[in-house]
């Protein structure tokens, strides 16, 4: 790739050798963009105390020894040492023109290509996508465009959320409104309001809870009628996040989804190996992992909870298995996370219990891609004038509104077709 950044940094160095010793071989030569030329040189001010020599003797010697005539209009010396560097325009456009010529603009393809999982966007089935969602899905989305143009072997994952005791009452929830009218609510993509109407049911109504809870279980249990009609929240769930994913020109697919159902039939398994390796042990009722390095604010030592004392198991597990799953199936060498800051002490717990276990060894690895929260213009969460989380959708909505009315205001003459695009 044509980075004139990169060839000034090495005709500098190149100059740093001639001009002073070998020993400055190491040195940084600071090359810069400037606004005041394309490029400044800093170096001359980096070696006065190594050189014991004013930076603007340093900057002259510097430049005597600089080869640069086949890509610089000028060179100026400025203030008490910095160098400002321009480049000859026929240089630059020598130099795009032969980029433009190849197929892959200059993008040299890694060296080393690896399988690298990603881990991101990550939505709640039964729930709505909000605006917390799209900087996961956004910058996973990013990650695995650039890293699969480099040559890697990229595998998308959408962890979505849909197991749990929840969907005992959205089952139940689901016949009570009937196949039918449930499809129609879920299909316009209200699918907070649906979870709402599922949850206030199940903490006013005792009949109801009752019989979401044996719905959990015939559901765990394999029950064929249940996991249809689980199938169905999913589902429907499916398609809504694939239109915000079509709005949003994101390459997620339903072949990339692997959510915590997919996991789920291993965790007995794991948290046996676990604890007959002695990874783990019980604790107060329930299988935890304790990963040296962590611990509760009052200095105890932190548990990764493997099995609850119910003898469920929870996220930490499920996420545990995923690695395995990635480095031991899938064969990953690389697996990154994109999920937000607040998650930062979860996964690295994870990553290290992964570790202890042989599921995460060189020259595997796992990275947090963390990001922050979305604030308003009140420095606080983004909410709604009613205080409910923003939904992604109708931010993606408001969003082509503004730019149509943008596009219509600038260019008055375009017809509605191509504004819209």
């Known amino acids: 790739m044509f980075d004139p950044q990169s060839i000034l940094h090495d005709r500098f160095r190149e100059a740093m050798v001639a001009a002073f010793g070998p020993d400055l071989a190491d040195a940084d030569p600071?090359?810069?963009p400037s606004d005041r030329a394309d490029f400044q040189a800093n170096a001359a001010l980096g070696l006065t105390k190594r050189l014991k020599r004013p930076p603007r003797q340093i900057a002259d010697a510097l430049l005597e020894k600089l080869a640069v005539d086949d890509l610089c209009e000028s060179l100026e010396v400025s203030g008490p040492g910095f160098i400002n560097v321009t480049l000859k325009d026929a240089f630059v456009s020598d130099r795009v023109s032969a980029q433009l010529q190849d197929?892959?603009?200059g993008v040299v393809p890694a060296p080393e290509p690896e399988t690298v999982v990603i881990d991101y966007s990550a939505p709640n089935v039964a729930k709505e996508m909000h605006v917390g969602h799209l900087r996961s899905t956004i910058i996973g989305d990013a990650l695995a465009r650039i890293l699969s143009s480099l040559g890697h072997h990229v595998i998308r994952q959408n962890h979505l959320g849909d197991w749990?005791?929840?969907?005992?009452?959205?089952?139940?929830?689901l016949l009570d409104l009937g196949e039918q009218k449930a499809s129609e609510e879920l299909g316009v993509g209200d699918l907070s309001a649906f979870y709402r109407e599922a949850r206030k049911k199940f903490e006013e109504d005792p009949s109801f809870a009752e019989r979401s809870r044996n719905r959990v279980v015939q559901l765990q249990a394999g029950d064929q009628p249940t996991r249809a009609l689980w199938l169905r929240l999913v589902n429907e769930s499916k398609r809504y996040f694939g239109k915000i994913y079509e709005q949003?020109?994101?390459t997620l697919t339903d072949d990339d989804v692997c959510g915590e159902s997919f996991y789920n039939p291993m965790l007995p398994g794991v948290?046996?190996?676990?604890?007959?390796?002695g990874l783990a042990k019980v604790d107060e009722g329930a299988l935890c992992m304790f990963v040296p390095g962590f611990t509760a604010r009052d200095g105890s030592p932190l548990p990764l909870i493997v099995r609850k004392t119910d003898g469920g198991f929870g996220y930490a597990i499920t996420d545990l298995t995923a690695v395995r799953h990635r480095t031991s199936t899938l064969g990953a060498t690389r697996l990154l996370y994109v999920v937000g800051a607040p998650q930062q002490q979860h996964?690295?717990?994870?990553?290290?219990?992964?570790?202890?276990?042989?599921?995460?060894?060189p020259p595997a690895r796992a990275e947090h891609v963390a990001f922050g929260s979305v604030l308003g213009a009140d420095g606080k969460m983004f909410k709604t004038r009613a205080g409910d989380t923003v939904k992604l959708s109708a931010l993606v909505e408001e969003g082509v509104e503004r730019a149509l009315a943008e596009v219509t205001s600038r260019f008055p003459e375009l017809d509605d077709e191509t504004r819209r695009r």
């Open 30 to 32: 600071m090359v810069r």
């Open 103 to 105: 197929s892959r603009l």
């Open 164 to 173: 749990g005791t929840p969907f005992g009452m959205l089952i139940e929830h």
């Open 248 to 250: 949003l020109d994101v």
């Open 271 to 277: 948290a046996e190996e676990l604890e007959t390796r």
């Open 347 to 361: 996964l690295a717990m994870v990553f290290e219990a992964a570790k202890m276990a042989g599921w995460l060894t």
